[in-house]
């Protein structure tokens, strides 16, 4: 089953099961293993309340993706390097993590053809999170 969800004019799909193997290929290429250990240790690193397991994948229409992690419906998110702190949806607590991944791996290739299209990732979902219900706390939390 893919759910999809409208946010203005960036549509979300749920990446089916089918398409989960080549899910990080298609958007981290090479990456894929680094960019999937760096989203649990960041979301590991933001909230307590995650305890790891089986994570959804989602696509959006303007060629971004994110990762939300499964698990409690709501997460409390601490970010110590600016002082967020606050209650935010596992969908909003993904986006966050997949942000600070996004970031983490540009820096670590900058310069780089993988650098240059994990800038493009990040922005694409920076877009999608300024509509997002809850933008509010999700650019606070990457401020």
């Not at 290929?25 to 309340?49: F, H, K």
């Not at 110590?80 to 606050?86: E, K, L, Q, V, W």
């Not at 219900?133 to 606070?140: F, V, Y």
């Amino acid at each position: 089953m893919i759910t999809t969800q409208e946010n203005h004019s960036i549509v979300m799909a749920l990446a089916g099961d089918n398409e989960r193997l080549t899910f990080l290929p298609t958007y981290l290429g090479a990456l894929m293993m680094r960019g999937e250990n760096l989203v649990c240790a960041w979301m590991r690193r933001l909230s307590d309340d995650y305890a790891g397991g089986h994570w959804d994948f989602c696509k959006l229409s303007n060629g971004g993706f994110y990762l939300v992690p499964g698990g409690p419906e709501w997460l409390h998110v601490e970010v110590h390097n600016n002082g967020f702190s606050g209650g935010v949806s596992a969908d909003a607590a993904g986006i966050i993590a997949t942000l600070f991944m996004l970031g983490q791996l540009a820096t670590e290739t900058e310069g780089t053809d993988d650098g240059d299209s994990l800038i493009r990732h990040y922005d694409r979902l920076v877009t999608y999170a300024r509509a997002h219900a809850e933008a509010r706390s999700i650019l606070r939390a990457i401020d």
